[in-house]
T-cell receptor, first 112, second 115 residues
């Protein structure tokens, strides 16, 4: 399987704390994306970082990419109870199909 | 805009029965995808389409067929359902990939149980 790995599998924090989750992948990428999935719902795109970028911000989200280590991290600052969800990284490996390979996900629980 | 919609939301089948899952998008996207999500496995690509009338196999295509007769619709068929096909199925769509790729937009999912 080409699926990426995410670490940790589950994370529990208090409101206001920062949450960091990591993603590793196996082969070279065109871009890496992060998605959120609330329980029982579809995935929602959060942020896309290209292979030639090292860091990207969007609101309370900060994503880093280290292509030499084939890894990425997602930082959520000042977390809220509404951030409780599963977070998935997905990698695109080029070509005209825009196919993604998803990681196994991190389940984040933010306690009020 | 409704985005990506899926029907039905839930379905229970008996082994050997057939069914079709319908995905529709109103964003004029070229690309469409079918995934299945199983506990601890993340999402795995079943089939995808890069345009009307074209389909291709993904990572786990066995036991499934697809059709894209209209640009806005992508159908996933199970000809003879098996318990191993019990899963949550997600449809997604995206614009043309371009040089740097594009995000995918997901439907709400169909929860399928095969007894």
């Amino acid at each position: 399987s080409q699926q990426g790995e995410e670490d940790p599998q589950a994370l529990s924090i208090q409101e206001g704390e920062n949450a960091t989750m990591n993603c590793s992948y196996k082969t070279s990428i065109n871009n890496l994306q992060w998605y959120r999935q609330n329980s029982g719902r579809g995935l929602v795109h959060l942020i896309l970082i290209r292979s030639n970028e090292r860091e990207k911000h969007s609101g309370r989200l900060r994503v880093t990419l280290d292509t030499s280590k084939k890894s990425s991290s997602l930082l959520i600052t000042a977390s809220r109870a509404a951030d409780t969800a599963s977070y998935f990284c997905a990698t695109a490996h080029g070509g005209a199909t825009n196919k993604l390979i998803f990681g196994t996900g991190t389940l984040l629980a933010v306690q009020p | 805009n409704a985005g990506v919609t899926q029907t039905p939301k839930f379905r229970v089948l008996k082994t050997g029965q057939s069914m079709t899952l319908l995905c529709a998008q109103d964003m004029n996207h070229e690309y469409m995808y079918w995934y299945r999500q199983d506990p601890g496995m993340g999402l795995r690509l079943i089939h995808y389409s890069v345009g009307e009338g074209t389909t291709a196999k993904g990572e786990v295509p066995d036991g499934y067929n697809v059709s894209r007769l209209k640009k806005q619709n992508f159908l996933l068929g199970l000809e003879s359902a098996a318990p191993s096909q019990t899963s949550v199925y997600f449809c997604a769509s995206s614009r043309l990939a371009g040089l740097n790729g594009n995000e995918q937009f997901f439907g709400p999912g169909t929860r399928l149980t095969v007894l």
